[in-house]
Nanobody
Framework: QVRLVESGGGLVQAGGSLRLSCAAS????????MGWYRQAPGKQRELVAVIGSGGSANYADSVKCRFTISRDNAKNTVHLQMNSLKPEDTAVYYCNVRAVGAQGWGDYWGQGTQVTVSS
C-alpha cells in the first residue's frame, strides 16, 4: 500500500506564494508520474502540473510561468511552488502518484490540502 501525505496549504493574499509538498511512503518499488490536481467548489478536479521520473513537466495553461513542480526521487516527494497566486487558484489541491508496489501499478491520491487566495 502506498500512502501520500500532503502539507503546505493555507490562506494567502493575492500575489503571494505557497509551497505544497507531498511525501509518498509504504511498499514502493518505483514511482512513475507525480502530479498535482485541484478541485474548486462546484467544479471538476483538474490537472495543475505533472512531472515524470526524468524531470519533464507539464502544466495547465492557467498556471504556466507561475507554478513550478519538482520532485526528489530519493525521498519520493513532489513539490509545487506557487507564485503570483490569484483568487481563482483557490481550491483543494491533491497529490497524485502513479507507483508500483507489491501488488503492481496503481494510482494513489493524497487527502487534499486547502489553498485559499484572498483578493
Amino acid at each position: 500500500q502506498v500512502r501520500l501525505v500532503e502539507s503546505g496549504g493555507g490562506l494567502v493574499q493575492a500575489g503571494g506564494s505557497l509551497r505544497l509538498s507531498c511525501a509518498a511512503s509504504g511498499s514502493i518499488l518505483g514511482i512513475n508520474v507525480m502530479g498535482w490536481y485541484r478541485q474548486a467548489p462546484g467544479k471538476q478536479r483538474e490537472l495543475v502540473a505533472v512531472i515524470g521520473s526524468g524531470g519533464s513537466a507539464n502544466y495547465a495553461d492557467s498556471v504556466k510561468c507561475r507554478f513550478t513542480i519538482s520532485r526528489d526521487n530519493a525521498k519520493n516527494t513532489v513539490h509545487l511552488q506557487m507564485n503570483s497566486l490569484k483568487p481563482e487558484d483557490t481550491a483543494v489541491y491533491y497529490c497524485n502518484v502513479r507507483a508500483v508496489g507489491a501488488q503492481g501499478w496503481g494510482d494513489y491520491w493524497g487527502q487534499g490540502t486547502q489553498v485559499t487566495v484572498s483578493s
